[in-house]
């Protein structure tokens, strides 16, 4: 993989416009601030380049409007972008991030990861994040990478650090892992289901396929695929879920025809994965201001029951709580509450 940074020579000037839009003839247009800009450039596996474009924060615009969006990143040619997602006007409009010039673009396991200063994952490819900052027209941002074409691009504010909405599996995934280290899960693994250390070897590496083949269908299925777990037992196998519009052929996404053994398809699945990760994202930003002084909460998505699951640790005060800061949940069809009866606070 190469890393290394263009410096761009030049100026951009940069239009601060109102977050409901990019329209050019926007009352809310102020004096143009101007900004000494550069372009990182990241040449993936494959040697497709990407540029991804920054502005120095210390030399940024006074003021940007502080909107907190929900979107979706994703490769487009050689530029990363943003479509816009949620309740909103703006919903499908896609947008040319410009990003703070600490944050970082690195590619792990075939996909685009976004990094801050303090190398936490803020974005990755083909994900649903949340960030804040306001829109830009491009108009007026001269030194862009040409291959970079979005009429509104959006100057990048804060972003939370992303924490997994679920596991393939529990067991490692990583490719170095040491031959000790392996033996030592193979054994474990047997135990658990009853098997020989060479049928567990083989069960554990079959998996390294599955993970490729899981990232795969989140890529190229999101509309239908619900997500997939691993059945242990009684037969190992990979469940892939879908929602009955699937309609294509997932032999196609499988690097072995010898994996075919292995898979099953669900088709019952009533919301993609995509659509559960969106509702995560959308609850853990409705509630991540209570906690952790007014509530204790975790959130993840479980594949097999088709929901995003909320932990809490009484209901009641739970939805006393939300009452009182004057909180909604939106789409709780598609969330499973669980009251566990632990209150961390305490």
Not at 35 to 55: Q, S
Not at 107 to 124: D, H, L, P, T, W
Not at 132 to 157: A, F, I, N, S
Request: proline share 4%; aromatic share 10%.
């Amino acid at each position: 993989m190469l890393h290394h940074r263009i410096k761009v020579i030049g100026l951009l000037i940069f239009l601060l416009l109102v977050a409901a839009g990019c329209n050019e003839g926007s009352e809310a247009t102020k004096t143009p601030t101007m900004v000494a800009a550069e372009t990182d450039l990241l040449t993936l596996e494959d040697g497709t380049e990407i540029y991804f474009p920054k502005v120095p924060d210390e030399e940024g615009p006074p003021e940007v409007n502080d909107v907190e969006t929900f979107g979706i990143l994703f490769l487009q040619q050689q530029c990363l972008y943003i479509e816009i997602i949620g309740r909103h006007a703006n919903n499908g409009k896609e947008v040319l991030p410009i990003w703070p010039t600490g944050f970082e673009i690195k590619e792990e396991n075939g996909q685009v990861f976004v990094y801050n200063e303090k190398g936490e994952i803020v974005a990755i490819e083909n994900e649903v994040l949340v960030m804040g900052g306001g829109h830009l027209t491009k108009k007026y941002m001269d030194d862009l990478p040409e291959e970079c074409h979005e009429d509104c691009c959006w100057r990048v504010g804060g972003f939370d650090a992303i924490k997994p909405t679920y596991s393939l599996n529990t067991y490692s995934q990583n490719s170095s892992i040491a031959e000790d280290v392996l033996l030592s899960d193979a054994m474990n693994y047997a135990k658990d289901y009853n098997l020989s250390i060479g049928e567990s070897l083989k069960q554990l590496a079959l998996q390294k396929s599955f993970v490729i083949l899981h990232e795969k269908l989140l890529q190229n299925e999101r509309e239908t695929f619900a997500g997939a777990y691993i059945q242990h037992a009684p037969e190992y196998r990979f469940i892939a879920r879908f929602t009955s519009d699937f309609k294509g052929d997932i032999q196609a996404y499988l690097p072995a025809d010898s994996l075919v053994q292995y898979v099953e398809l669900d088709t019952t699945a009533q919301y993609s994965m995509f659509e559960l990760k969106f509702v995560q994202t959308e609850l853990n930003y409705t509630l991540n201001p209570l906690s952790p002084d007014l509530l204790d909460f975790e959130t993840c998505i479980k594949v097999r029951t088709n929901r995003v699951e909320l932990y809490v640790a009484d209901i009641n005060d739970f939805n006393a709580t939300l009452e009182e800061h004057h909180k909604y949940i939106y789409n709780m069809e598609k969330i499973n509450v669980i009251e566990i009866g632990i209150d961390t606070k305490k």
